[in-house]
């Protein structure tokens, strides 16, 4: 069963990743790593909700099925833009 396509739009967002490292480090050492700076991400997509916590994004969206893809929620503590496209 398809169902409509719903009222969304195409975004693009920028936002701060979190940082990790496997392994064992001393105290300095770990300190040391941390002042690397975070990484800036960006993504492209259909923005399918925005609430006070997060926003719900897809870049993916299929005119056959009406369904989105690779569904990812970023918390907006994170997001530091969003344009509209």
Known sequence: MTKKEPDIQLVK??????????????????????????EEVVDVGWLLKK???YILLSPSFSNTTNQFDYIKKIPLGIIKRIYKL
């Open 51 to 53: 609430t006070k916590t």
């Open 13 to 38: 967002v920028e936002w701060v990743d979190a940082l990790s490292k496997d392994g064992w480090y001393y105290v300095d050492e770990a300190i040391d790593w941390a002042k690397k700076p975070f």
